[in-house]
């Protein structure tokens, strides 16, 4: 690239802008790489709904969430009247962004039904995912509830009885604001996070065959949802993991009263504060149990596995997000007398910045395609999704840390300042490798699918069958993947726990260099970022050597530049 020598402008037209940027269009990457994921004809009936939501989340989308942010929700305890009736307040931008969310794109619905989009069929997990990636470059905090209600249908399908599915499924796949019943997901207490064997809140059983729950949820978030997955031990069940089962919470009576529990408080958040988490005691309320007495955890595992792959994609949405913010700034901000982004220090910072995003947006398209698969019933897939869950969600929440902060630093000051969208990134982007899972507890999953699910084996196979499909291999990626598989199986047999994170890492980057380097018969520039990935994240360097690497600009485009 030449450097123009410019004069710097003065004044405000020296702060580059990027509010109204369509954030599909300025990442001509997604619409290269959906044909591989996604079939022709849902491909083309998307793109237009695609487009429209990469305008909303670059303008009136972006707007309405830094509004909900600056105003979050509100506990109310009582009507105006002095009425014992609890209610939370939210912003009407945040009922604005559920609307869309739940309304307009159907997010919760799109996977259990058909006429979502006037799509005659429920949606593949790449649709969801495609749209959840755009939504989330604008907002956050709402993906927790749409999230949660998607999964709550999921798990309720699977392990409810007929009935319960009856009662509840339309309300849950509802477009309609007025009949839409959210969900939730009540695990965590004081005592018992991680360690859910701890769980202490009862559950006596009531003449009518419901149950009675007692005791305290210390993080409830979408504390108000219609319905919510709570764990609970049976009275007399064991102590342990065993004794922990599964119920469904309503928050009104099929009579209409409300249910026996109360929201004590809203937390004060760092981010995610547009959504209200919150502490909830249970006093006697009625339940249903889900499925098998005992078989809490393992059910709640499925919900859990399925909003730990929603919170991957969202980490992928914020580090793409944070990437086109870094380019449209790198491309106009002039300082001594050049765009940012000729500076060569400056192309190497954004070049590592992109090439995390890149790993967790194959790795996003990968797992969606395995879940399309396991759902329909194939025995290796659901080993292979086993596996690929916890990979993304640990090690793209933990990078999306990383390239928001970065990304906060290309505009400079400004991007300390709650103006620009870089701060709430940074905030919000932390919350992904604390909650559904801290990410030491995330990366021993990786290690429990291997030893449970025989995932290593699926993975192995899946990873070669996509190297024998690629034309143009990356030398060393094969003995690298093998390395780092036995990294893996050392960790699951005598090296223990302490390796888990060393090896989900390894794993995770082999797999998204394989999958990128794939991906390049859609886009040639996979496979330079694939050898990037080799060459930054898996093989050796020595850091005392000088290594001088040019950044092509294919690989930096501006996303501010008219297609
Ligand atoms: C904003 C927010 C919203 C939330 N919303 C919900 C919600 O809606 N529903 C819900 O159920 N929960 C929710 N949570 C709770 C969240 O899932 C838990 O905080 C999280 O799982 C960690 O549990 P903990 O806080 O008890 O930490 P702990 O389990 O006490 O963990 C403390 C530390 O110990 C580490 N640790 C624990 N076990 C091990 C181990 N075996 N090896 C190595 N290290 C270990 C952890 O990694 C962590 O760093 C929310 C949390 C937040 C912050």
Redesign the pocket.
């Known amino acids: 690239m030449t450097i123009p020598n410019r004069p710097a402008p003065i004044g405000a037209e020296a702060v580059p802008d990027s509010h109204g940027l369509n954030v599909f269009r300025a990442d001509p990457t997604l619409a290269a790489l959906l044909p591989l994921y996604l079939p022709d004809d849902l491909l083309a009936h998307l793109t237009p709904h695609l487009d429209r939501l990469g305008g909303l989340a670059g303008g009136r989308l972006a707007e309405l969430a830094a509004t909900a942010d600056t105003n979050p929700p509100e506990l109310l305890h009582r009507t105006r009247r002095g009425e014992d009736a609890q209610s939370i307040a939210y912003h009407p931008a945040y009922r604005d962004m559920e609307r869309l969310a739940f309304g307009d794109y159907g997010l919760a619905a799109l996977s259990h039904r058909a006429g979502v989009l006037d799509w005659p069929a429920p949606m593949p997990a790449a649709a969801k995912y495609a749209i959840t990636y755009l939504f989330v470059q604008a907002e956050f905090g709402l993906m927790c509830p749409v999230s949660m209600t998607d999964s709550l249908a999921r798990t309720l399908r699977r392990f409810g009885d007929a009935a319960l599915v009856d009662r509840y499924l339309p309300a849950l796949t509802s477009q309609d604001m007025d009949a839409l019943f959210q969900g939730?997901?009540?695990?965590?207490e004081q005592g018992a996070?991680?360690?859910i064997a701890n769980t202490a809140v009862t559950a006596a059983p009531n003449p009518d065959g419901s149950w009675a729950l007692t005791g305290d949820k210390w993080?409830?978030?979408n504390a108000d949802a219609e319905l919510a997955m709570v764990l609970a031990r049976p009275e007399g069940a064991p102590a342990g993991i065993k004794g922990v089962s599964l119920f469904l919470l309503p928050r009104l009576l099929p009579d209409g009263a409300p249910n026996r529990y109360r929201i004590v408080r809203l937390?004060e958040?760092l981010g995610?504060r547009s959504m209200a988490?919150g502490e909830i005691t249970l006093e006697g309320a009625t339940a249903w149990m889900v499925g098998e007495p005992g078989a809490g955890m393992r059910q709640m595992a499925d919900m859990v596995n399925n909003s730990r792959l929603s919170n991957g994609v969202r980490a992928a949405g914020m580090m793409r997000r944070a990437v086109t913010e870094a380019l449209f700034i790198a491309h106009r901000r002039i300082a001594f007398g050049a765009p940012i982004v000729t500076l060569p220090l400056m192309r190497r910072q954004l070049a590592k910045m992109l090439v995390r995003a890149e790993q967790a947006r194959s790795m996003v398209f990968q797992t969606a395609e395995a879940l399309r698969r396991s759902d329909a019933g194939e025995p290796s897939a659901y080993a292979l999704l086993r596996i690929l869950t916890p990979l993304l969600k640990f090690r793209a929440c933990r990078d999306a840390r990383v390239v928001t902060g970065d990304a906060m630093e290309v505009r400079g000051g400004c991007g300390y300042i709650e103006d620009f969208p870089d701060a709430r990134l940074v905030r919000d982007a932390h919350?992904g490798s604390?909650?559904?899972?801290?990410?030491?507890?995330v990366a021993?999953d990786v290690l429990r699918a291997a030893a449970r699910e025989g995932s290593l084996e699926a993975l192995a196979a899946h990873l070669s069958a996509l190297r024998a499909d690629t034309p143009d291999p990356l030398p060393q990626l094969e003995a690298a993947t093998a390395r780092a598989f036995a990294l893996a199986r050392h960790a699951g047999d005598e090296g223990g726990?302490v390796l888990a994170r060393q090896a989900a890492s390894a794993l995770y980057n082999v797999a998204s260099a394989t999958m990128m380097a794939w991906e390049a018969r859609a886009l040639p520039e996979r496979a330079t970022l694939a050898a990037m990935v080799l060459a930054h994240r898996v093989l050796p360097r020595d850091p005392l050597a000088a290594t001088d690497e040019p950044i092509p600009d294919s690989l930096l485009p501006d996303p501010g530049a008219k297609r």
């Not at 604390?434 to 507890?441: A, L, Q, R």
Request: aromatic letters at 12%.
């Open positions: 939730a997901m009540f695990m965590t996070g991680s360690d993080f409830c978030s937390k958040k995610t988490s919350l604390i909650w559904e899972g801290t990410s030491n507890i021993l726990p």
